[in-house]
Structure formats: structure tokens, C-alpha cells
T-cell receptor
Framework: DAKTTQPNSMESNEEEPVHLPCNHS???????IHWYRQLPSQGPEYVIH???SNVNNRMASLAIAEDRKSSTLILHRATLRDAAVYYC?????????????FGKGTLLTVNP | DTGVSQDPRHKITKRGQNVTFRCDPI?????LYWYRQTLGQGPEFLTY????????KSRLLSDRFSAERPKGSFSTLEIQRTEQGDSAMYLC??????????FGQGTRLTVV
């Protein structure tokens, strides 16, 4: 049970922003929200994570709802290399075990 | 350091044969994970090591599967008496304290 819900697929155009939603309505107070992505024929790659506040890094931004029941991964300008499966994952990273429970993720297609 | 490396990248074996995969984590990472991924699905957790200790095993890890991490460095995953249902991508990931998981490119196993 991945405990998050994501759309199966989304489509975007190159150089446009992409907003990838994730629902995690049963999230607990100590659960972090992590995003990983998997390019074709590659292992998953870390994108970003957060707890309560919005987060930015060189790859993306993470917007977390005030009630923490949902979040949105934002790619500010999609490129063809961003085409991948994006996974939204809850973890209790406060512990020593960083086990990730993946769902099916969202397949992002980027059109030129 | 070139990241997490896995060997071999591809393995084709006949049903009933034994196979062994190797994972070399990032050198300073004390935590190591094995996952299995079938087509169209997200990776599924198999087992977790902290240093040389195997701390958690999924019920997916039947008695035909065994994993080791001697000396807390590289790890091996062995599958005995392979079955066609074992065909999958086997992914290894490592992480250190307060870092995200870094995945290898995986070993794709095909059982014929």
C-alpha cells in the first residue's frame, strides 16, 4: 500500500511548467513527502522532499498543502529529458530506515 | 565515486538455475536496499541492510532468495532455482545518514 494517489499519466509541452499532483490524505505528522523520478531504463532518481514548508531545489519545487493532505511537484520549465515516471512517496525519515514504498507513479510525457 | 553500481546489467538464465547479482554502494553509505521492479509497476522493497546487518526482509523475499552484505560494503542477492516469475529488474539503492537514496541502474533478469 503506497498510501499516495497520483494520476496515471500527464502530458506537457516543452518549456512549459508542469504541476504533478499527489494526494496523501492519511499522512501522519512525522511523514515526509519524497519525490523520485525514473527515466526509461534507469533506476529511480531523487528529486525533492519536504515535511511542511514548500521546498525548492535546482530540479523542482514542492508545494505542500497547509493540511498536508496533498502536494504538488512543480517543474518550472519542462524539457524532453524530464519525460519519466514520477513517484510521490511518504516516508518516516525520522527513523533510521529509509525504506521507500513506491506506487505506480505518474508517467509524464513531454511534447516538443 | 561514480555512484551505485550493479553487475551484471542483464542476465538471461534458464528456469531452475541459480543467479547472483552484485551491488556496490556509494562508499560512505551504511544503508543498502534491494528492490524488485516488474513492467509497469513501481519498485517493490525486498530487503534492507545497515552496515552488515540485514534488518528487514519483505515477505516477497521467499526462501529461494538470499542477500548478504559481508563487511558492510558490497552486497549480493542470490536467487536459487529461478522461476519465470522471477523475471524483473532488480534495483539496489544506498544512502548515508540524512541523505536521499541513490539507486543503481539495476540488473534485468530474464528467466526462460
Amino acid at each position: 500500500d503506497a498510501k499516495t494517489t497520483q494520476p496515471n499519466s500527464m502530458e506537457s509541452n516543452e518549456e512549459e511548467p508542469v504541476h504533478l499532483p499527489c494526494n496523501h490524505s492519511t499522512i501522519s505528522g512525522t511523514d515526509y513527502i519524497h519525490w523520485y523520478r525514473q527515466l526509461p531504463s534507469q533506476g529511480p532518481e531523487y528529486v525533492i522532499h519536504g515535511l511542511t514548508s514548500n521546498v525548492n531545489n535546482r530540479m523542482a519545487s514542492l508545494a505542500i498543502a497547509e493540511d498536508r493532505k496533498s502536494s504538488t511537484l512543480i517543474l518550472h520549465r519542462a524539457t524532453l529529458r524530464d519525460a519519466a515516471v514520477y513517484y510521490c512517496i511518504r516516508t518516516n525519515s525520522g527513523g533510521s530506515n529509509y525504506k521507500l514504498t513506491f506506487g505506480k507513479g505518474t508517467l509524464l510525457t513531454v511534447n516538443p | 565515486d561514480t555512484g551505485v553500481s550493479q553487475d551484471p546489467r542483464h542476465k538471461i538464465t534458464k528456469r531452475g538455475q541459480n543467479v547472483t547479482f552484485r551491488c556496490d554502494p556509494i562508499s560512505e553509505h551504511n544503508r543498502l536496499y534491494w528492490y524488485r521492479q516488474t513492467l509497469g509497476q513501481g519498485p517493490e522493497f525486498l530487503t534492507y541492510f545497515q552496515n552488515e546487518a540485514q534488518l528487514e526482509k519483505s515477505r516477497l523475499l521467499s526462501d529461494r532468495f538470499s542477500a548478504e552484505r559481508p563487511k558492510g560494503s558490497f552486497s549480493t542477492l542470490e536467487i536459487q532455482r529461478t522461476e519465470q516469475g522471477d523475471s524483473a529488474m532488480y534495483l539496489c539503492a544506498s544512502c548515508g545518514l540524512n541523505t536521499e537514496a541513490f539507486f543503481g541502474q539495476g540488473t534485468r533478469l530474464t528467466v526462460v
